[in-house]
């Protein structure tokens, strides 16, 4: 059974405004008046509505000749270091993942949801601790020193609303108001306005953590699938067709309608991003290895082939072709498998959903390594929050605090950052205390794999910490 | 001081996208019906619409009628179905305003009956009263499993909905409750449970007495021995309620945030009227922003069943399924994300764009030209005329200057193409096709 209440929606705009008129505020009685605003702040509600998500979104003011062009001249850039962003939705059980079994609390607090004893490796940098045996494939690759783990990532006054401290990790601060994502703002900084591939993302929809200010970003639901085909459409007339769906679209980058600009930029980035993709429909993506889900030992994915019915592995698999063909990507952004928000019943979907996104990271690691990919090439792994200490009574776990988080690849160190606090000294609400910071993490990012200025992306950066990230 | 009532000529412009807003496109000859009533008349009577009656004919998937509660698809074809067919739009719009205001995603077995008897329970209440709503709600059976109420028992307080009914609901995030709120609010909300699991899925869904946690809580500053229906009312009686809820319902119909002093003749409204909805929705489909404000992005759902009501035809796909419809433009009926429903600053981008491509062929599809089977099409139309002809295809929608004139463009290139004579008509009825689609996703097609 699942317990779900993850994600972001058009409320979105209204929780974050509401949150940020009433932080900070007493406690509002009943009867007593709201502040001036109450919870509305006009500038939060232009940028998320929908109308008005343009200035997020669809900003460029490029045609489709012009977005082709400056693809194909990034194309000749070379290779880029790139980023890519897995997000575990719901708040991921860091304490399952890592399980604590040296800690004299854990199976107390854990009655029904504590690994056995004997069960998984143990965490060579922590003895207190134990991969899940579900976690194998990224203990393997913790056992290369190609991943570092972060066992309590977050920030001071943790929010336990999924929507609001995802919003935090997607615009990298704690700021309720921040229109753009943190991934967004680099593009914004290092990218440019004609090449909408640079900022991925490979899901159904946009991630936020992507939504740039200027230059243009894109979303494809499959990088196989990302066609504009129609019965009896053919020849002279499709090519027609192909050239002119982002030219309709252009005709109104000039509207004095928002509205229309943000549909006409949408319809011409959609052209540049056919024109990268498209092929892969015909011929689908042929990958050195095999991914979690693939039908042959050949490791052919695309046509919906995943584990599962979930696309998350064929979504990898993709990437790392459109890498291999020098697509001109930066950033990429992906939801990993399930759904982590476990309020009850948490054994019934962890294991899988952990098992499949640790088989499919790694499978994504190797076919790097086999396209020789792998040196320009991290992955983050993030969710908003870890999960409370002490299970709840339906044998699943409320919203906690302190989180899991990874970074994957040949050139990170391997080296833990931060600690297992210890279930000893949890905060007052029950839950761990984070011992690493994500702003702290980013402006790392940034300065060591980007080699940016981390001050022009992340608010208040030089307040952070670094970490040594890269060898 | 009153709610701003828009006062320009209300001609077919505005019927035609208040149609939209209120509910999911004009049908033929609809635009002109619902101008002659005014502004007042337009809107009341969609407000109290006829007794609901479906008109047109039923889709039959495979030949046989729809199993909404069963079959994988059929409740999302079954809903798309209602908004085609329907008399009473804007219900139909409401109800789908409370499908994503309290998004339940279908679990267990019973996972598609459950959410499909709460849609009838969120049409009840379409226009009614938010209170009743949200306390109906709270005890639904879909919710109840889809946000643990059922674990939820004295001495073992899950919090999955008490957070949600607080930030997603009636307060907004942090909107004047503490965490201390979330978890007394808890332990007013338990006591719910069911009999036992069938292959029709939890049943005989109840109250029981034992497992409510009868003792003291405080909750949002009050102290009693609060229930299920105590945490409803103190939710929906708290300051921040009010502009929370009219800001969010303002932000189904009209893309741009309400003035202050819109918001608070709004929200005295809502509260004098003791949370009925109604007023509160006639007040913003007669506000002068909804008209002379910018256009909105339709809804998936809605631009879905638009293009069916303009075809004037009803799903006669006899090869949908239903399962393939709506998930890649990112609104799946029954469907939602996850509890915050989704996410409307995202109904647009490369990725839902092609899902609405995908939307739109499919409804187009059933009427694709082969050129095999038009030998006869005019081997001379020009552009205007083709593109006339594909725009009566569907239901002529108003279209921009600058689409028409891509439109021609695109007309001419594909003559200029069949260079040979054998190409002439083949080209030209393949180019019907393609001007259809080029149609309707065009920009204007996506806004309203």
Redesign the interface.
Known sequence: MALHCRNFSRTQFLREAAAEAGRGLPNVEPGMPMPAGTGLDRRSFVLRSAGLALSVYGGQKLGFDALSAGVAQAQSGGGQRVLVSVFLEGGADSISILAPTGDPRYRRLRPTLALPGSKGSPFREDRRLRWHPVAAKLAALHAEGKLTVMPSIGYEGPDQSHFTSRHFYEVGARQANLPTGWLGRYLDLVGTPDNPLQGLALNRQLAPSLAAGRNPVSAANSVTDYTYTAPFVFDDVERRLHQYLPKVGEAHLGSSDPALREAGSIASDAGALRGQLGRYAARGVRSPVIYPGSKSGAGSVGGGVGAGGDMFPERLAGLAALLDAGVPIRVAALTGPGDHDTHAQQAKSFGSDVKLTADSLFAFQRDLEARGLADRVIVHVWSEFGRRAQENGSKGTDHGAGGIGFLMGTQVRGKMIGEFPGLAKLDPQGNLRSTSDFRALYSSILEQWFETDAGAVIPDASRFGRYALIK | MAVPTYSGSFGPAEAERLLWRAGFGPKQGEIEALAAKGLAGAVSSLTNPPREKLTGPQPRPDGRSLNPAVTSGHNALWWLDRMVRTNQPLVERMTLVWH??F?T?G??PGKRRMPLEQNYMLRRHALGNFRALALEVTRDPAML????GV???M??????YG??LM??FT?????????RD?REQARALTGYTFTRVTSRGHEGFRYDKRRHDPGRKRI???TGRFDARDAVD?AV????HG??FV??LW??FI???PE?GT?GELVSLYRSRRYAVKPVVEAILKHPDLYQG????KPPAVYAAGLIRALGDGITQRSWSGADYG??S?QRLFDP???????????????????R?KVA?LI??EY????GENRDYPANEDGDTAVNRALAFWGSPTL?R??R???I??AD??AR??NVEY?RTA?R???Q??LR??IA????S??S
């Not at chain 2, 499993?145 to 643990?148: E, H, R």
């Not at chain 2, 001495?155 to 999955?160: I, R, V």
């Not at chain 2, 307060?171 to 965490?179: P, Q, R």
């Open positions: 994503d205001w998004a995603r679990v267990g499993l889809f946000l643990s674990h939820n028992r001495g073992k307080p899950n919090e999955n957070r949600e930030e997603l307060l907004g995030a942090g909107n004047g409750y503490s965490e979330v949002l500053g009050k103190l009686r708290h300051p921040a502009p929370f800001t969010k932000s189904a893309p741009t945030p202050p918001l910018p256009r909105m992005v998930g890649d990112g994300p996850n509890v915050s429903g989704w996410d409307e600053s995202s109904w647009l981008d490369t990725g839902t764009f092609q899902g491509w062929r187009a599809s694709s030209l082969s050129p921009t600058e689409t004139r891509t439109l463009e695109f290139a594909c193409d069949a190409l080209y009825v393949s180019r096709n393609a689609m080029l996703t065009a920009p204007e996506h806004t």
